[in-house]
């Protein structure tokens, strides 16, 4: 997960240039450095700027982009159909195949501006979300996934390498994963998450319900594919109306005829951050074996992608040792859960978090 999460860092506001903010979210720019993307699909606003990392998820532009957009088209249609018909007195016929595709095609077009405006002006202001100067009460649910190839004589565990150039964590290793999305409980699976998972899952404090951690799970799958490119999944002889619910990120898995597997996966860690943080994640650190990957998606990682390159290191080596403090920690209970031979649900696994401003740890 790029995101710098078990820091603390309390940073001066500096005032922010509205107009600036608002003219790149036109563009579908990110309102903080003007290079990454807002949106990951048509609508979608993005987690996260891939250049700068800054958080997009605080935005709250709802409905009122669609509003914006039908006064703003409504501003140009309205007198122009009024001007025609007073001057010209075309036949209604002819007036309505003109003007309803031109509404259209003119909302559709800007639609994705509006919102990108609408998110950098929320930005500038401080609005919502972006608001860094109130710490969070509530953790969000996050998930991120560890592949272990255990075919050597040492595991190796798989990390991204960041871009060199990004400004957020540059060349620095990570692992796929990030925030549970809403979606996430809706996908279809190839198999039901194990139930001695699902015990680990919804262990530890806040409880969830089974739901969530099956979503916990997806999430870590689809994060693994957006930004690794490798699937984890099973090939299924028909896919039936599955092909239709696998769309956005999913993609990949369509294309390729299988269906998201989780029950291959393995809980490793919860960890919750620490109180008073702008964001909090109660993550859980998933693993599973390099042979769950079932395909791999070209082109995801490139040299000028958000990572550059995927390498499998050996556990315990020194190309780890600047990862997080708690990504450190997390990989120690992996090597320790190896150790013991196959991986099984029923294993302790650790729960991370802060009480009395100390960190504890607890057994799920
Ligand atoms: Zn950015």
Known sequence: MPTETWTSA???????????????????????????KVFRAFLKVADNCSVCGQDFSGHRADDLPAYLVIVIVGHIIVPIALWIETDYAPSIALQLSVYLPVTLIMSLVLLQPVK??????????RMHGFDE????????????LILVDRSGSVPKVLVGKRHDKVIFMP??????????????????????????????????????????????????????CEETGLCLGRKVARMNGAAAKLTGEWKPFAEAG????????????RAITPPGRVRRFDTRFFTADASSIAHRVEGVVHADAELVELVWVELGSLSLADLHQM??????????????????????????????????????
């Open 327 to 364: 990504t450190k920690m997390v990989l120690r209970e992996l090597d320790k859960r190896l150790a013991l031979g196959p991986l099984s649900h029923a294993a302790e696994v650790p729960f991370f978090h802060f009480y009395g401003g100390k960190m504890q740890r607890d057994v799920i």
């Open 133 to 144: 100067s109130r710490p969070a009460d509530v953790e969000e649910d996050a998930a991120t």
């Open 116 to 125: 990108g405006a609408v998110v950098g002006l929320q930005w500038a202001f």
């Open 10 to 36: 309390s940073q001066p506001l500096p005032k922010r240039d509205v107009w600036q903010a608002m003219a790149r979210g036109l563009r579908c720019r990110c309102p903080n450095c003007g290079e990454g």
């Open 258 to 269: 299988l269906l998201p597997d989780p029950s291959g996966l393995f809980l490793i860690a």
């Open 171 to 224: 060349g620095k290793f990570v692992f796929p994963g990030g925030r549970v999305d809403a979606t996430d409980n809706k996908i279809p699976v190839a198999a039901e998450i194990p139930k001695g998972l699902e015990k680990k899952l919804i262990g530890g404090s806040p409880k969830i319900a089974p739901a969530r951690a099956r979503a916990l799970a997806v999430a870590a799958i689809r994060e693994a």
